[in-house]
């Protein structure tokens, strides 16, 4: 239905920057709201950013405002975590996740279980 791949993890140095591309194949893009999950070792996942399909309503955990900017292009079937200021607890997989949405809908988009479709993840290590 529909496919998602995270790209653009790495390791960096403490106060360093990623960008984390996600991009979409498969069913209408523009129709999902996207968000972005992660989990460190040991830890349960949380998460991190959503964007609704038109981009008007963006929420982030609070650890990663002021840091952390999600966007999107729907022409390109992409949504995009930038990373500034990285810290070493940000270290975890990242998950793209994408959630079917409608005109007449309500959804909170920060929760696991909301979402429908979810990307294999990819590494971020930051560094002391």
């Known amino acids: 239905q529909v496919q998602l791949v995270e790209s653009g993890g790495g390791l960096v140095q403490a106060g360093g920057s990623l960008r984390l591309s996600c991009a979409a194949s498969?069913?209408?893009?523009?129709?999902?709201?996207m968000g972005w999950f992660r989990q460190a070792p040991g830890k349960e996942r949380e998460f991190v950013a959503a964007i609704s399909w038109s981009g008007n309503r963006i929420y982030y955990t609070d650890s990663v405002k002021g840091r952390f900017t999600i966007s999107r292009d729907n022409a390109k079937n992409t949504v995009y975590l930038q990373m500034n200021s990285l810290k070493p607890e940000d270290t975890a997989v990242y998950y793209c996740?994408?959630?079917?949405?409608?005109?007449?809908?309500?959804?909170?988009?920060?929760?696991?279980?909301?979402?429908?479709?979810w990307g294999q993840g990819t590494q971020v290590t930051v560094s002391s």
């Open positions: 996740a994408a959630k079917a949405t409608y005109y007449s809908g309500s959804y909170y988009m920060r929760e696991a279980y909301e979402y429908d479709y």
């Open positions: 498969g069913r209408t893009f523009s129709s999902y709201a």
